[in-house]
């Protein structure tokens, strides 16, 4: 069988070597400095011309104006076995070692529109940007007839283009009477240009500007934003002259911009110089691509020229993703009908091992499974029919024991009950000795060999709740089918407690979501609804999910104390069973949700400068300091913190917002945090208000009303009753 297993997935692997060998035969590193329109439309270029070559496969990466980023993307590029490196440089000087240690790896590389101020590279392709600066330059001597202020708006610090274009247009300037009344550094984005032009006017406020020349088309709209916050509007150009929509064409047709400078893309042309080199043909060394000047002239006649080659360029592009499409699926076709031929006869000896070893295996595990079963369900039954009586009999023992009567009885009396509690016992330690030996001989899993819950063999007292602050008003939901049980239960408790009863799990899941409980004591073994179906559907309520719930059961052994653990319950306690640990434990489970009521109901404690001595170190309050992990709490809160200034928030809104009923709403937050709704509601809205008085410099009135109050007198008398000042005094 497993020689069979081993032969059918060696053959497969074989069989997909020799079928999906697809190495490209060029792979074409691509490192771009930045990521904006410009260089996404000529990475578009580049894919486009890539898919008219077979086997070039294009690798991009941007460095978003991170020199260190970029660096480490060229690594990263050689790393994965590129055969050709085209790069942006972002700056002219920091990636240069990166790119030099391309070159001397002997990977031909192609630096383009950036320079590096090494020479260690095979071609170089770009415009000229000093002839852009000159050219913009004289527009704008033109355009102002020799007269008039201009700001200039640089390039990134350290990048080639913004020191060229920068020389050409400073020089184009040279002798004339413009004057450049400010050269701010920006970074080519639109965002860094309008701060630096908005901080610019703030401090020149009585300078007028005629022109704002910015070395790209984003950083001359940043500026052009500034200027008209301040009402002023002054003539703008920029470079790039990108087609396509928010493109600088558009803008300069729009008059959004009274000029642009077509800066070419053409990574089609740039694609095509990396195969000539790769493939052995000739290539320049340095390739400058020409441009021009867009102006209100021409800009519509370039917008429908570049809006009719976007569309073919699409048209490609669908045509050449159907034909990919086409091809792989019968690349993948011819892969499928090699396999197959294999696949059909390998598998069908297979099957038929397969089917029959595992046919035997399951019958055999089936079989087994059902005596377990049998058997456990059999000791289950029997545990669950001997020891709810022996609660009934221990138990009213143990409180009869305890009465006036019986301590006053005469010793003959006293000797009958000695006798019934001794041999009560005795009965007790068989039962658990005789279930616990055929338990173990009944099933092989260690987890059911274990024994059961040890009894207390000393004479307990009178069990007794003393009164304590959880307990008040407290109500314990009984879940009981045997009528006795929950007549027990209820002596033991009603004295402290509101006791309700419940005949089965459906009757205890309606009235839990009526009364909504502090606790609930349920049994597992129950006609209609189960006690562990009872406990998850109480623990998956929205509106009970808090309530503790323990069951008490005839159910001991380990399997299903986990069984019930799983099913959401807090404690499980096995009959026969001590009555002072059931009251220790529901003591327990209700001072774990007091814990939750101070941490609630104290919130406007923690808003309170604390004593010098409760100045613990960070680490000490957090081991002290009690967390809010309840999911429902969360909810509420948050809930309550996004929707605080709606003055209409009310408890109908929360309540439907977290799929409660009014009633159902306060009865869970109170059970939880010892407040109702609409107190935590306030308080929360005061806690805020406060914040903001001592933080935000607003008024009273703002304040009041951001906090949700529709009145700032009500807010202030509200205020000095949570504090004990006035909203004025701080």
Not at 213 to 239: H, L, T, W
Request: net charge negative; proline share 3%.
């Amino acid at each position: 069988m497993k020689k069979l297993h081993s032969y059918l997935l060696a053959t497969i692997v074989i069989l997909c070597c020799a079928c999906t060998d697809n190495k490209p035969k060029h792979i074409i590193g691509v490192s771009q400095c930045s990521e904006d329109i410009w260089r996404s439309w000529q990475n578009s270029e580049m894919k486009m011309e890539a898919a008219f070559h077979e086997g070039v496969e294009l690798r991009f990466t941007s460095a978003y104006d991170n020199s260190e980023r970029q660096s480490q993307q060229i690594d990263s590029l050689v790393k994965s076995g590129i055969d050709l490196l085209i790069v942006a440089p972002n700056q002219l000087t920091s990636v240069s070692p990166a790119i030099d240690r391309v070159f001397d790896k002997g990977i031909p590389v192609i630096v383009f529109e950036r320079k590096t101020d090494s020479q260690k590279y095979t071609a170089f392709v770009s415009a000229d940007n000093y002839e852009m600066g000159w050219l913009m330059g004289e527009y704008i001597e033109s355009r102002l007839n020799g007269k008039g202020n201009v700001i200039e708006i640089l390039g990134l610090k350290g990048s080639s283009p913004a020191d060229e274009r920068h020389k050409g247009f400073a020089n184009a300037l040279r002798g004339s009477d413009l004057k450049v009344v400010g050269t701010l550094q920006g970074d080519w984005t639109e965002e860094t240009s309008y701060q630096k032009v908005k901080q610019w006017l703030a401090g020149h406020k009585d300078v007028k500007v005629d022109y704002v020349f910015g070395q790209n088309d984003r950083m001359a709209m940043g500026a052009r934003k500034a200027f008209r916050e301040v009402g002023q509007s002054p003539y703008f150009c920029g470079i790039d002259g990108l087609p396509g929509e928010n493109g600088g064409i558009q803008l300069v047709r729009d008059s959004l911009l009274d000029a642009s400078y077509i800066y070419p893309t053409r990574g089609d042309q740039l694609l095509q110089i990396a195969l000539d080199i790769l493939e052995g043909k000739p290539f320049k060394k340095e390739t400058m691509l020409t441009s021009a000047i867009v102006t209100r002239d021409n800009a519509n006649v370039l917008l429908l020229e570049s809006e009719e080659v976007v569309r073919q360029a699409q048209r490609l592009e669908r045509m050449n993703q159907q034909a990919s499409t086409y091809l792989h699926q019968l690349s993948t076709q011819r892969i499928i009908n090699v396999l197959s031929v294999v696949l059909i006869v390998l598998m069908l000896a297979f099957i038929v091992i397969f089917y029959l070893y595992h046919l035997q295996k399951a019958r055999l595990a089936d079989e087994r499974n059902r005596m377990e079963r049998e058997q456990l369900d059999f000791y289950t039954q029997v545990s669950h029919e001997l020891r709810t009586p022996l609660t009934l009999i221990e138990g009213p023992l143990e409180q009869i024991s305890q009465t006036k009567e019986a301590k006053e009885a005469s010793a003959e009396t006293k000797g009958l009950y000695a006798i019934l509690r001794r041999n009560t016992q005795q009965l007790t330690d068989i039962i658990n000795k005789m279930l616990d030996a055929q338990t173990a001989i009944g099933n092989t899993k260690a987890a059911m060999a274990e024994t059961l819950t040890d009894l207390p063999v000393e004479t307990p007292s009178l069990p007794s709740a003393e009164p304590s602050q959880q307990a008040d008003n407290a109500t314990i939901l009984i879940v009981d089918d045997n009528a006795d049980i929950r007549a027990y239960l209820r002596s033991i408790l009603q004295g402290t407690y509101q006791v309700n009863e419940a005949a089965d799990g459906q009757q205890g899941l309606a009235l839990a979501n009526e009364i909504v409980p502090d606790l609930i004591i349920s049994d597992v073994m129950m006609p209609v609804m189960n006690g562990l179906e009872f406990c998850q559907r109480v623990k998956g309520g929205t509106a009970t999910s808090h309530i503790p719930v323990i069951l008490l059961t005839a159910r001991a052994l380990s399997q299903h104390q986990i069984e019930g653990y799983e099913s959401g319950a807090d404690a499980y306690i096995t009959k026969p069973f001590s009555a002072e640990l059931l009251l220790a434990r529901i003591s327990n489970l209700l001072r774990s949700r007091l814990q939750l009521k101070n941490l609630f109901g104290n919130a406007e404690d923690n808003t309170k400068e604390p004593a010098a001595s409760d100045k613990a170190p960070a680490t000490e309050r957090e081991v002290t300091e009690p967390a809010i992990t309840d999911t429902f709490l969360l909810k509420f809160r948050d809930f309550i913190e996004k929707n605080m200034s709606d003055s209409d928030l009310n408890v109908e809104t929360i309540g439907a917002e977290l799929g409660l009923s009014r009633v159902q709403l306060y009865r869970k937050v109170k059970a939880l945090t010892g407040q109702s709704p609409v107190e935590l509601l306030r308080t929360a809205r005061l806690q805020k208000g406060r914040q903001l008085l001592q933080t935000s410099g607003k008024t009273i009135s703002e304040v009041a009303y951001e906090v949700g109050f529709t009145a700032p007198s009500y807010f202030t008398k509200c205020f000095k009753d949570e504090f004990g000042i006035s909203p004025s005094d701080l």
